[in-house]
């Protein structure tokens, strides 16, 4: 990674992060592989056959290059074959209920009638799932948009407090004199950041862990400060 890391200071905020960031999981795909980690939904796959199974797995290696290199056949590909996968699901799925319902009067069919309920049960309790809740008054809300309102309210108020006041808008007082020398930020700065923040945490939309930049040492902390001057420069953020 140190090698050939892409380290040199670039022109554009997209460019210079994304040839950076493609590079970082490049390496730690092929060093430490991929994993998504986490508690994942339970899917119903009692219905899945051959094909189906060859669909997905495609559709899963088609994603992997995608990740990799974000080119226009590789978004191309993975495209025909997310429509592959689910075509084969829809016709895989549609035969395996009809061949359910003609046997459900046999002790087969009613064996798969009570498998199926028993996964969807479990499926209820997961703490994804959550089916009800209630409101400041206890009455019970069990509408989507009412249950992600109710929490939006509990959140707000976790981290506003109860503070109601009225907004305000800051003034534009500083004219183009005050605005135009501005401290570059510094290494040290961004050394020190790094050191404070805490590792083991979940990763953010980028897909890169803070180990990684602890683990580059000083290399790191001079790029990441390039970028962030960059940044302050040219009054954007990377797009990803």
Aim: glycine share 8%; proline share 2%.
């Amino acid at each position: 990674m140190l090698g050939e890391g892409p380290w040199e200071e670039g022109a554009d905020v997209d460019d210079m992060w994304l040839k950076m960031a493609t590079c970082v999981r490049k390496v730690a795909s092929e060093v430490f592989g991929v994993s998504r980690g986490g508690k994942q939904e339970v899917k119903e796959t009692w219905w899945w056959n051959d094909e189906v199974q060859r669909a997905i797995k495609e559709k899963k290696e088609c994603f992997k290059r995608l990740h990799l290199d974000k080119s226009a056949t590789n978004i191309e590909g993975y495209r025909l074959a997310k429509r592959s996968a689910k075509r084969a699901v829809s016709v895989a799925k549609g035969q395996a209920f009809d061949d359910l319902y003609q046997r459900l009067g046999t002790k087969e069919g009613e064996k798969d009638i009570y498998r199926i309920a028993r996964t969807r049960e479990r499926k209820t309790r997961d703490i994804n799932q959550i089916k009800c809740i209630k409101d400041g008054t206890d009455r019970l809300l069990v509408k989507d948009e009412e249950i992600k309102d109710r929490w939006r309210e509990y959140f707000d108020k976790l981290f506003n407090g109860e503070n109601e006041g009225p907004a305000f808008k800051l003034d534009d007082s500083f004219d183009d004199t005050n605005r135009r020398f501005v401290r570059r930020i510094q290494e040290a700065e961004i050394g020190e950041a790094l050191k404070r923040m805490k590792g083991g945490k979940a990763m953010g939309p980028d897909g890169i862990p803070i180990e990684v930049w602890r683990c580059l040492g000083e290399r790191a902390v001079v790029w990441l400060t390039k970028l962030f001057n960059l940044i302050f420069r040219s009054n954007k953020m990377p797009e990803e």
